[in-house]
T-cell receptor, first 112, second 116 residues
Framework: TQLLEQSPQFLSIQEGENLTVYCNSSSVFSSLQWYRQEPGEGPVLLVTVVTGGEVKKLKRLTFQFGDARKDSSLHITAAQPGDTGLYLCAGAEDTNAGKSTFGDGTTLTVKP | NAGVTQTPKFHILKIGQSMTLQCTQDMNHNYMYWYRQDPGMGLKLIYYSVGAGITDKGEVPNGYNVSRSTTEDFPLRLELAAPSQTSVYFC???????????????FGEGSRLTVL
């Protein structure tokens, strides 16, 4: 069973601060996704990274895929209360068709 | 745009009862999945399907069954419900570009199940 470890598990910061969330594994993934989930709703896809070393930006969010495709990070610049939620990373494998492995998530709270 | 639709949204079940959670998607996706999410945790894969007529077990399949008779529908059956099955259940679908899975999941809003 492949494992994805996310850190930190909980993060509480003030509006305007920067933060980074990490997603680490000993396994190689063909692609990695980041999702955001709000209470009472399903996860919503933020980004997919595919190539080792890839960096993608989505407004104030920056996603990076490690060179070896085993780890990823999510950096948020100048966090806002609307960024509050559960952030999940998930790794997908083509060799194990149909399965994505999820980390346990990082619960982010941004205080105004 | 409906996307992935799950019913019911909430349900209370007694120990030993059985029920079916319904899931349907209108995006013509080949891949469909059932996950469960316990409080403060990530998602654990219960069952998945790579196409109509094909299903396979995920990490935590015990106590559940699935079927996939059409591309659109992927119901999850709970047999002899136990308190350990109290959870939020999410159905998701995914697609491939050519022969390559994208890994991108589209989720329903979830079904919150309590077993008492």
């Amino acid at each position: 069973t492949q494992l994805l470890e996310q850190s930190p598990q909980f993060l509480s910061i003030q509006e305007g601060e920067n933060l980074t969330v990490y997603c680490n594994s000993s396994s190689v993934f063909s692609s990695l996704q980041w999702y955001r989930q709000e209470p009472g709703e399903g996860p919503v896809l933020l980004v997919t990274v595919v190539t080792g070393g890839e960096v993608k930006k989505l407004k104030r969010l920056t996603f990076q895929f490690g060179d070896a495709r085993k780890d990823s990070s999510l950096h948020i610049t100048a966090a806002q209360p609307g960024d509050t939620g559960l952030y999940l990373c998930a790794g997908a494998e083509d060799t194990n068709a149909g399965k994505s492995t999820f980390g346990d998530g990082t619960t982010l709270t941004v205080k105004p | 745009n409906a996307g992935v639709t799950q019913t019911p949204k909430f349900h209370i079940l007694k120990i030993g009862q059985s029920m079916t959670l319904q899931c349907t998607q209108d995006m013509n996706h080949n891949y469909m999945y059932w996950y469960r999410q316990d409080p403060g945790m990530g998602l654990k894969l219960i069952y998945y399907s790579v196409g109509a007529g094909i299903t396979d077990k995920g990490e935590v399949p015990n106590g559940y069954n699935v079927s996939r008779s059409t591309t659109e529908d992927f119901p999850l059956r709970l047999e002899l419900a136990a308190p350990s099955q109290t959870s939020v259940y999410f159905c998701a679908s995914s697609y491939s570009r050519g022969s390559t899975r994208t890994g991108e999941l589209f989720f329903g809003e979830g079904s919150r199940l309590t077993v008492l």
